[in-house]
C-alpha cells in the first residue's frame, strides 16, 4: 500500500504563486513516475504534470511554462510550483503514483491517488 498526502493549496490572488506538496509513504519506490491532475467542478479529471523517476517532466500545455515539478526521493516527497496563476487554475489538486516507470498522461495510468488539496485562483 502506499499513502499520498497534498498539502499546500489555498486561495490566490490572479498572478500570484502556490507550491503544492505530495508526501508519499508506505511501499514507495524511488523509480516510480508521479503526477499532478486537477479537477473542477463538473469537469474530467486532468493530468497537470509529470515527473518520471530520473526527474524527466513533462506538462500539460496550459501550464508549460507556468508550473514546474521536481521531487526529492530521499523525502518521497513532489512538489508543483504553480506561478502566475490564473482563475481557470482553480481545481482541486491530486498527486498520483504512476504504475510504471514512464510518466503517463492518462488518469489509468495511475495506480494511488491522495485526497486532493484545493486551489482557488481569484480574478
Known amino acids: 500500500q502506499v499513502q499520498l498526502v497534498e498539502s499546500g493549496g489555498g486561495l490566490v490572488q490572479a498572478g500570484g504563486s502556490l507550491r503544492l506538496s505530495c508526501a508519499a509513504s508506505g511501499r514507495t519506490y524511488s523509480r516510480d513516475a508521479m503526477g499532478w491532475f486537477r479537477q473542477a467542478p463538473g469537469k474530467e479529471r486532468e493530468f497537470v504534470a509529470g515527473i518520471s523517476w530520473s526527474g524527466r517532466s513533462t506538462f500539460a500545455d496550459s501550464v508549460k511554462g507556468r508550473f514546474t515539478i521536481s521531487r526529492d526521493n530521499a523525502k518521497s516527497t513532489v512538489y508543483l510550483q504553480m506561478n502566475s496563476l490564473k482563475p481557470e487554475d482553480t481545481a482541486a489538486y491530486y498527486c498520483?503514483?504512476?504504475?510504471?516507470?514512464?510518466?503517463?498522461?492518462?488518469?489509468?495510468?495511475?495506480?494511488?491517488w491522495g485526497q486532493g488539496t484545493q486551489v482557488t485562483v481569484s480574478s
Open positions: 498520483a503514483r504512476g504504475s510504471s516507470v514512464s510518466v503517463p498522461t492518462s488518469p489509468r495510468g495511475y495506480d494511488y
